[in-house]
């Protein structure tokens, strides 16, 4: 099977995932509207062990909070490429693979705190913060 792969707007910054991707995680956070500038996230969970970076790993800046968690995109161009932790690539938005890597929205969360103007569509459940099944505490991200 070929590589999932992707880039940022201005090529400069490429990737490759071996395997398929996992259902994603949309969230419609006040945080994740300015992280990702638009409705919320759209993030794929990815083990840091199939990732690669292809080039331009060193036009990478990364923001990362005092958890450990953060993300990566594209020092010229600005595109959001990846969330981290602990410096590895964890997951990918959805927005910068290239192709149709045939992945879908799982779930979509925080739809409580969503932005007016963001009508979500598609089957896929929603959750006012957290799922319950999540196992991190409701209210613990100030969305
Ligand atoms: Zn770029
Ligand atoms: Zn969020």
Redesign the pocket.
Known sequence: MTAITGECFCGGIGYEIKGSLAPARS???????K?FSGA??AMSRVDPATFTWTRGEELLQTYVNREGAGLGFCRRCGTTLCGLFDGEVTGITLGSLNGDPAVIIGEH??VASKAGWDEIGGKAPQFDAWPASDGKPLGG?K?
Do not use: D, L
Not at 27 to 33: A, E, M
């Open positions: 969230c419609h956070c006040s945080r994740c509207r992280a919320g996230s969360i925080f991200s969305a």
